[in-house]
C-alpha cells in the first residue's frame, strides 16, 4: 500500500522573512559597531593605554603597553615548575661527598663491623647492615681516574686498573691463569683453578656430561665464584649465572666480576639462607669453592637442595673430587680426602640425589623430579626429617634448618613437582608453572600475559626519553629495584645486557619465583638497607613505585644514597612514580650532582603517574677533595 507523506512548501511564510531580516541587520550593525570601536582604541597610544587600564586586570607575565613599532617576542619559558609544588616549610637534604679512602664501602659487608660478630660457621661475613646512627650521609665517589668500563663483549677480557686498583690477585692467582696485569689494565684469560685451559674448554666438559645446548638449563648457580668467568662464559650459551663470594682476602673478587659486566653479588654460605626462592635454578656449580658441604650434617647441600629445580643438577669440581689423583698437590692425606668425599656422597643420598657421573675433576649430580619415591624412603632413612610446613620461599634473614625441603605434592610419579618448564627461549614468554598452578596470588595468565605487553611500551618510551637505554651496548648492567614480574628484563632480552631484578621484600606479593621460571635472575632486598654490592656495579637503574612503597618505612634521602653509591658515574636512573613523590625526589636528587628532568607517562600527560630521568654526573674522590678544599678556603676567606 501506498503511503502518503505531507510534503513541504518551497516557499517560506511572509512573517518568517520578516522577522530574518530584522535579525541579519541587527547584526550587521553590532558588527560595525565593535570595527569602529577597535579603530578608535588603536588610533593613539595615549588613549588606547587610558583605555586598556580601565577595562583590563593587570597581568603581571604579559606587558601592558605594546609599541606597534616593536615586535612582540613570545615568552617560552617555564612560569611553573616542579620545584614550585613542593611545601615551602619542607627542607630539603644535603649529602657532601664521602672522602675518598669510602670509594669501596659496602655498609652491609664492611670488614671492620664484621668483627664483632661471631666467626662460627662464618657468620661475621654474613650481611650486618649499619644501625641509623652508624649509616653515612655522604655520596661515595669514584676512584680517581676512573673510567667508563669496556663495552661487552670486550668487557669480559678487560677492565680498567683505575677503577678496581687491586693487584692482589695478579699475584696470588698468577699461576692459576685467574687474572693478570698489562698497561693500565687487567686482563681476564678466563682461567681458573679447576680449569688451567681455560672456562671454555671448561664448559666444554660438562657439556660432554649433561646438555647445556637444548635450552632446559637455563639459569645457574655459581658458589664461591672467584671473579666468575664461569658465569662469563656461560653467556654466550644463553645461561644466566648468579655468581656470589663473600668479601674476602682475595680482594675484590666480585668486584672484578661486575665491572667485567658479569653478574655478581656479596654473599656466603653461613647460617641464613640464600636470597633465592625455591626451585629457582636448573643448575648449581661449586669449582674448589672451598664450602664444607659435608659439615654441619649437610646443612649447605640441603640448602642447595631448597633452591634447586626439579631435575636440576649439582656440580663439584676440586676437593675432594678425584683425591686419588690430586692429594699430593691438595696437601691432604688420602684417608682425609677420602672421608670427606663419602660423607657428600651420603648427604646427596639422604637428599635423594641421584650421581649421574664423575668423569676426571668433575661429578655431578641431579635432583629428583618428585618426592614420590623420597618419602617412601624415609620409613628407613629418618634423616634428614623433611621441613615442616614453612614457606620454602622465604629467604631474607631466614634462618636454615637442617631439613629437606618439600617439594609440591604431584598425583604421578612422572610428574614434575611445581609444574614442567618450557626450554629456553620459548620459556620467556610461557606462562610461568607458579602463575599456571594459581601460586600467586592476583596473578593469572592473562594478567601475566598483559603484563608482558605493557613492559614492551613502556620500554620503548623509555628509549625515546634516554638515548643511552636506546643506544645497545652502553649499559650492560641493569637493577630493577621493583621487578615484579620481570617485565622491563623480558623487553630487554634482545640487547646486550642483564637484569638484577629485585623483588623487595616488602613488596604485596612474593614474585621472584616467577622470574626465575621466565629464566631470569634476582634477589630478595629491603630496601631501607644497603644493596650487598660494591659501588658502582650498575650502568642503569629503574625504581618502579619504589617511594611509594617504601613510604614512612625509611628516609627517601637513605635509598636515594644507596642508589647513588651502585650507579656508575655517567649512568641514569629511570624513576617512575606518582608527580608529587617524583618533585620530592627530584629536589633531593638536584643536588647530588644528577642532571633530572620530569616526562610524561607513555599514555600521555593526563596520567598521575610520571617519569623523572637522572643522569648522574661524572665526578671523582680527587674532585671531590679539590671541591671540599676550595669550598673551605672560601670559608675562611
Known amino acids: 500500500m501506498a503511503r502518503n507523506f505531507p510534503t513541504l512548501s518551497p516557499q517560506l511564510p511572509c512573517r518568517t522573512r520578516r522577522a530574518n531580516l530584522v535579525y541579519l541587520t541587527a547584526v550587521a550593525a553590532l558588527c560595525g559597531l565593535f570595527y569602529f570601536l577597535g579603530i578608535w582604541q588603536h588610533s593613539a597610544d595615549t588613549s588606547a593605554a587610558v583605555f586598556s587600564r580601565e577595562a583590563s586586570p593587570s597581568v603581571p607575565c604579559i606587558p601592558q603597553l605594546r609599541n606597534r613599532n616593536r615586535p612582540i617576542v613570545p615568552d617560552f619559558a617555564a612560569h611553573h615548575r616542579a620545584e614550585d609544588l613542593l611545601p615551602a616549610d619542607e627542607s630539603v637534604p644535603s649529602f657532601p661527598a664521602c672522602p675518598s679512602n669510602f670509594s669501596e664501602y659496602t655498609p652491609c659487608e664492611d670488614v671492620q663491623r664484621s668483627l664483632r660478630f661471631d666467626r662460627d660457621r662464618l657468620m661475621y ?115 644466566q649465572a648468579m655468581s656470589f663470594a663473600p668479601r674476602d682476602t682475595h680482594e675484590a673478587q666480585v668486584q672484578f666480576a661486575l665491572e667485567r659486566g658479569v653478574p655478581a653479588l656479596l654473599g656466603v654460605f653461613a647460617s641464613k639462607r640464600l636470597p633465592y626462592p625455591s626451585r629457582a635454578f636448573d643448575m648449581a656449580h661449586c669449582s674448589r669453592c672451598l664450602i664444607p658441604w659435608g659439615q654441619s650434617d649437610g646443612l649447605y647441600l640441603m640448602e642447595i637442595d631448597r633452591v634447586l629445580r626439579p631435575g636440576g643438577y649439582w656440580i663439584l669440581s676440586g676437593p675432594p673430587i678425584n683425591w686419588q689423583r690430586h692429594w699430593k698437590g691438595w696437601k691432604r692425606t688420602r684417608d682425609d680426602l677420602k672421608a670427606e668425599q663419602d660423607k657428600i656422597e651420603a648427604v646427596a643420598s639422604s637428599l635423594c640425589w641421584k650421581k649421574l657421573v664423575q668423569v676426571g675433576d668433575i661429578a655431578v649430580w641431579q635432583k629428583p623430579t618428585n618426592h614420590i619415591h623420597c618419602k617412601a624412603g624415609r620409613k628407613v632413612v629418618k634423616f634428614p626429617p623433611f621441613c615442616p610446613s614453612r614457606d620454602p620461599d622465604l629467604a631474607w634473614y631466614t634462618t636454615m634448618d637442617a631439613c629437606l625441603t618439600q617439594l609440591p605434592q604431584v598425583s604421578d610419579v612422572r610428574e614434575v613437582a611445581g609444574g614442567g618448564l618450557a626450554k629456553w627461549p620459548e620459556r620467556l614468554n610461557s606462562v610461568p608453572p607458579r602463575v599456571r598452578e594459581g601460586g600467586v596470588d592476583g596473578v593469572t595468565g592473562e594478567r601475566f600475559r598483559e603484563d608482558s605487553e605493557v613492559w614492551k611500551k613502556r620500554v620503548w618510551h623509555y628509549k625515546s626519553l634516554d638515548y643511552q637505554l636506546a643506544d645497545k651496548g652502553r649499559y650492560r648492567n641493569l637493577l630493577d629495584m621493583n ?155
Open 483 to 637: 621487578a615484579f614480574l620481570g617485565g622491563l628484563a623480558a623487553s630487554l632480552v634482545d640487547d646486550p645486557v642483564w637484569v638484577m631484578n629485585v623483588v623487595p621484600v616488602e613488596a604485596p606479593v612474593n614474585t621472584l619465583g616467577v622470574i626465575y621460571e621466565r629464566g631470569f635472575i634476582g634477589t630478595y632486598q629491603n630496601w631501607c638497607e644497603a644493596m650487598s654490592t660494591y659501588p658502582r656495579t650498575y650502568d642503569f637503574i629503574h625504581a618502579n613505585a619504589v617511594f611509594s612503597l617504601y613510604k614512612d618505612r625509611c628516609k627517601m634521602g637513605d635509598i636515594l644514597l644507596e642508589m647513588d653509591r651502585i650507579l656508575r658515574p655517567e649512568g641514569s636512573i629511570i624513576f617512575r612514580d606518582d608527580v608529587d613523590v617524583l618533585v620530592k625526589i627530584k629536589s633531593i636528587i638536584d643536588g647530588m650532582q644528577y642532571d633530572t628532568r620530569i616526562a610524561d607517562h607513555e599514555k600521555g600527560p593526563h596520567e598521575r603517574e610520571k617519569i623523572l630521568l637522572a643522569s648522574k654526573l661524572y665526578w671523582t674522590a680527587a674532585a671531590a677533595a679539590a671541591a671540599e678544599e676550595k669550598h673551605a678556603e672560601s670559608m675562611a676567606d
Open 125 to 239: 661475613r654474613e650481611r650486618h647492615c649499619p644501625d641509623e646512627s652508624e649509616k653515612l650521609t655522604c655520596r661515595i665517589p669514584a676512584p680517581h681516574g676512573y673510567k667508563l668500563p669496556f663495552r661487552w663483549p670486550e668487557s669480559r677480557q678487560r677492565a680498567w686498573f683505575a677503577n678496581v686498583p687491586h693487584k692482589e690477585l695478579t699475584v696470588e692467582k698468577k699461576n692459576q691463569n685467574w687474572v693478570r696485569f698489562e698497561g693500565g689494565r687487567f686482563i681476564f684469560p678466563g682461567g681458573g683453578t679447576m680449569f688451567p685451559n681455560g672456562a671454555d674448554a671448561y664448559i666444554d666438559d660438562i657439556g660432554k656430561l649433561i646438555n647445556l645446548e637444548d635450552g632446559s638449563i637455563r639459569t645457574a648457580l655459581d658458589t664461591g665464584c672467584g671473579v666468575a668467568s664461569w658465569g662469563a662464559y656461560l653467556l654466550s650459551r644463553n645461561i
